[in-house]
């Protein structure tokens, strides 16, 4: 019992610590994620007609670095999921997982900030337990306004290079729309 004691006294003081140990300021290593809402187009399969949706629950998940307060590296994965209920309708996934580089305007919170980055342009379906995965050159671009010093909103858009032949029509670019948790 002492030491479940000691251990919840442990776990609050580091987190109350460091909640109260940033002073606003943007540096150091960070980490975060993002909900929200993707809209990347409905492609039809060809080998069976079956239409899917990229349009649904949009995130992203980044970890990286501040070098000083106006700039960050990180190494992100932002994308769509759409599960669906139909078994013959399918699952996908879209995004993209590279290397983003986020710069504010402003040294403290409520400020603008621009997004610009490349990396793996991945499209993963899942129809009828057969897999069809593709990946190629990808790049994003966006911005977005950090309302507080850990909480921020942003738009991305992203497009890659996709030869999946299963897919026609596919349009290979997204528009996504997150909140994040900026963690530093």
């Not at 993707?38 to 080998?47: D, E, F, Q, R, Y």
């Not at 700039?71 to 209920?85: A, K, P, Q, R, Y």
Request: one cysteine or more.
């Amino acid at each position: 019992m002492f030491r479940k004691i000691l251990f919840v006294i442990t776990i609050l003081i580091i987190v109350t610590s460091q909640s109260f140990a940033f002073d606003g300021i943007r540096k150091g290593f960070i980490t975060g994620f993002g909900i929200g809402y993707a809209s990347g187009g409905n492609p039809v399969l060809k080998s069976n007609d079956v239409e899917l949706s990229f349009n649904g629950f949009g995130g992203n998940l980044f970890i990286g670095y501040c070098w000083d307060s106006k700039n960050m590296l990180l190494w992100e994965n932002i994308g769509v999921l759409h599960f669906s209920s139909d078994r013959s309708k399918g699952d996908a996934m879209k995004g993209i997982n590279g290397v983003t580089w986020y710069h504010y305007f402003k040294t403290k919170a409520r400020t603008f900030f621009t997004v610009v980055g490349v990396g793996e342009y991945v499209t993963d379906l899942d129809i009828n337990n057969i897999e069809y995965r593709n990946s190629g050159f990808g790049m994003v671009v966006g911005g977005g306004y950090e309302f507080t010093k850990q909480v921020q909103f942003g738009v991305y858009l992203i497009g890659g290079k996709s030869t999946l032949d299963e897919l026609n029509n596919s349009r290979n670019s997204m528009i996504i729309a997150t909140i994040s948790v900026v963690i530093y």
